[in-house]
């Protein structure tokens, strides 16, 4: 066995406070829909039916967004800290899910209980005809019909609304169903049920309106909300937000301004002096600075800025743990967000793009070294399972047909070896071990129990195990599931969440340090003084090893050296090389909603501006300068233009710029409206397949470039801005219609022509 995997919590780290009271009440809010719904009350019985729905239209997840909603305002509410104790007791002793199991019993023998997804509620004689208003599809338009048959109708009022309560008592008694089970439900599930109700969902649209403001301001996902400021000062501080974006990306870092939007919003709650004229463009440079680490983002490093810089500074008052929990409830502020919207916030792209491994040979433990001479490119890992005892499969079968991006496995690997809350030199440490091992790998075991690096029909191919007999992968991006096996430490893992695993994991965000250790080290591998590659091997020892050395201070190169020196394994580490790589930023699944998406060629104030000293005007011929002006508009690069940036004012500069020649067609030369806006080549794709052309957009789009694409090929010519790759999909920014479907509106066989730009 190459290593013992890391136990980083699978199984023996307590639960933190959080995750506790998260668990605790999630089975809360599910129980309290039943109650609800038994309670006869229409109101209750319209908003339990409607979590419900939520609940059945989102596999749960909306039941955990309440359930974390109710734990922040159990911290910050007085007498929150005794409910949230009850909550953790009632659920803990099983409490909770008698309660809820009684009440849909009830609901079942009384044909009550949430609607069906394809039909509408049916909660009897409620009106829920404005349901559409609501952000989790139905909390509007509660009528005034009769009040259905309860099953609380023999209740009467004193004990339906008690002066006193005994809370301790209440949650401390082994419960008797049919003894306390009447008092019980009204006086717990129905207060659970609109707590948790009100305070998470109660605002709608207005609680996120700056989260709305600022994404739709800088081009970022508003779930089609279309969407327009409160106020000109909400307008002026949007703009801002996105003018900090822009001066920082010209510095070559990348400001998400929806965490700028979150930090304003939790310090507007907590004070509400601090408002959009308040926050200046310098104090919304101190938001973004405090993003990162170096020129990169670090989750880490922003929860630390937050806490100890940002929130302190604006709440002196409050205690550290106070300022912690402000730090939670930006970022949980986000995952809403996320939720309302209707997006997960994770990308579907490669995480760091790809590499060319130039390979003189492997150093292997316990062997010597190894010379192969290796020109390895665009490498692709095909993940296998384990037999006995790791697993209950066999080495030479791959756990299934879909070939997993090299960088994104070892993005994957770090996840369930490490974990996601490493320090992040840490983080990169296990990278850089995890890609080493896994290149060297197949040399070390000579080739057998499945495992291989070869080229499959032109194509490089890794073959290695998913689980501890080599190493584990954990997809961030579909999370993943652990099968059980003799190892005690879960067997064999697969993609996404598969039913009968012994436990999972969800899906990394989008902004996750995992992600941004990945791109900052992509490429990287730990080598030998002569240039060997190290397989790399280890064990939880190893990667604890790593997490104290980087909270001492240490980066992950010294972190690295001094590991691969040690007495343990003394194996001559001399540096960390990075091969040949192109990792710009994915764009992928990024769909545009600025002004500028829907830019076209023959409508606006531009339409009869020519084209240089030609006939030709944007009207006629300028699908290809309106393409490249929405791709400038979309990356944000700073413009120097008479007026707002358009198609208009950019054919004007080129015109000034002699860009264009006597027949109207563009030279494709840089523009002073946009000079950080660089043409980086063209690739021609007529007689590509329709999967190559697709692959050869995605990896053009995950190396950061902008494409522009001819799509009529033979039959005329016509240019599309792409806008982002959604599955099979391409999307597209067409001036010449208002379709977004690239090749639902472009036969897929005209598609002739990529030409990327990339910013400089």
């Known amino acids: 066995m190459a290593y013992e995997a890391q136990r980083d919590g699978f199984e023996n780290q307590a639960k933190s406070e959080d995750q506790r009271n998260i668990e605790n009440n999630t089975k809360a809010v599910r129980s309290a829909s039943d109650v609800a719904i038994a309670s006869g009350n229409p109101y209750a019985m319209a908003a339990g039916a409607a979590a419900k729905t939520a609940s059945k239209l989102t596999d749960g997840q909306s039941d955990e967004v309440l359930a974390k909603a109710l734990n922040n305002t159990n911290k910050n509410v007085p007498g929150g800290h005794m409910v949230q104790q009850g909550l953790n007791k009632m659920g803990e002793s099983g409490t909770t899910e008698q309660i809820g199991d009684a009440a849909q019993a009830y609901n079942a023998a ?59 008592g209440m949650f401390e008694m082994n419960i008797d169903v049919k003894k306390v089970l009447l008092p019980v439900m009204p006086a717990i599930g129905l207060l659970i049920l609109f707590m948790v109700i009100i305070g998470a969902v109660g605002g709608g649209v207005n609680e996120f309106d700056d989260a709305l403001g600022a994404s739709y301001e800088s081009g970022l996902e508003t779930g089609e909300i279309i969407f327009e400021p409160t106020s000109k000062d909400a307008d002026k501080f949007y703009k801002r937000i996105n003018a900090v974006k822009l001066a920082y990306q010209a510095s070559g870092k990348t400001v998400d301004t929806l965490k700028i939007a979150a930090v304003y919003h939790v310090l507007n709650v907590n ?37 100890n810089v940002i929130f302190k500074k604006y709440f002196p008052d409050y205690s550290d743990r106070e300022r912690e929990f402000l730090t939670d409830d930006v970022f949980d502020y986000i995952e809403r967000y996320y939720s309302f919207i209707g997006s997960d916030g994770v990308t579907s792209c490669a995480a760091a793009g790809t590499c060319n491994y130039d390979v003189k040979g492997f150093y292997i433990p316990g062997a010597g070294s190894v010379n192969k001479n290796l020109q390895i490119n665009n490498l692709m890992v095909r993940l296998m399972e384990c037999g006995s005892p790791y697993g209950n499969g066999s080495y030479q079968t791959p756990i299934d047909q879909e070939l997993v991006p090299f960088e994104d496995y070892v993005a994957g690997v770090a996840y369930a070896e490490i974990g996601p809350s490493a320090p992040i030199e840490a983080i990169k440490a296990q990278m850089v071990a995890a890609r080493s091992f896994a290149l060297a790998r197949p040399t070390g075991m000579g080739n057998s129990a499945g495992k291989k690096l070869e080229e499959e029909n032109g194509k490089w191919i890794l073959q290695i195990s998913s689980c501890v007999a080599d190493q584990v992968f954990c997809n961030i991006n579909e999370g993943c599931s652990f099968m059980g096996g003799g190892d005690g430490q879960g067997g064999i893992c697969r993609s996404g969440h598969v039913p009968g695993a012994v436990r999972t994991r969800q899906p990394l965000a989008a902004d996750h340090q995992i992600r941004t250790a990945s791109a900052a080290t992509a490429g990287e591998v730990l080598v030998n003084s002569d240039g060997y590659i190290i397989q790399a091997g280890y064990v939880s020892t190893d990667t604890n090893e790593f997490t104290r050395l980087a909270k001492e201070g240490k980066d992950y190169k010294q972190i690295l050296l001094e590991v691969y020196n040690s007495s343990r394994r003394s194996y001559g580490a001399a540096n960390v090389d990075k091969m040949s790589c192109n990792t710009g930023t994915s764009s992928c699944g990024n769909v545009s909603s600025g002004p500028y998406a829907s830019w076209k060629q023959y409508q606006g104030p531009w339409v009869s501006i020519p084209l240089g000293n030609s006939h030709e005007t944007i009207k006629s011929a300028g699908c290809l300068v309106t393409s490249v002006a929405m791709l400038i508009a979309k990356s944000g ?116 022509t990529y030409v990327y730009f990339k910013v400089v």
């Open 110 to 168: 009384n044909g009550k209980g949430a609607p069906d997804s394809s039909t509408g509620s049916s909660v009897e004689q409620t009106d829920t005809s404005d349901s559409s208003k609501s952000g989790f599809g139905g909390f509007g338009g509660f009528g005034g019909k009769k009040k259905p048959s309860s099953f609380f109708d023999d209740i009467n009022d004193e004990e339906m609304n008690p002066t006193e309560t005994d809370v301790t």
């Open 271 to 307: 004070n509400n002096d601090y408002d959009y004229d308040y926050m200046t463009t310098g104090r919304i440079e101190e938001i973004a600075s405090a993003m990162f680490d170096g020129n990169m983002y670090s989750e880490q490093t922003f929860r630390d800025n937050l806490t």
């Open 637 to 752: 690069v700073p413009t120097n233009v008479n007026g707002e940036f358009n198609p208009g004012t950019f054919v004007e500069s080129l015109n000034a710029n002699n860009a264009f020649t006597g027949t109207g067609a563009y030279k494709w030369t840089t523009s002073p409206a946009a000079p950080s806006f660089q043409k980086a080549g063209s690739i021609g794709v007529s007689g590509y397949s329709k999967q190559q052309k697709l692959n050869k957009l995605i990896e053009l789009i995950n190396n950061g470039y902008y494409v522009v694409a001819e799509v009529k090929g033979n039959t005329g010519q016509h240019w599309v801005a792409v806008d982002a790759v959604a599955g099979q999909t391409i999307v597209m920014m067409d001036p010449g219609s208002s379709a977004t479907d690239m090749w639902a509106q472009y036969n897929w066989q005209n598609t002739s």
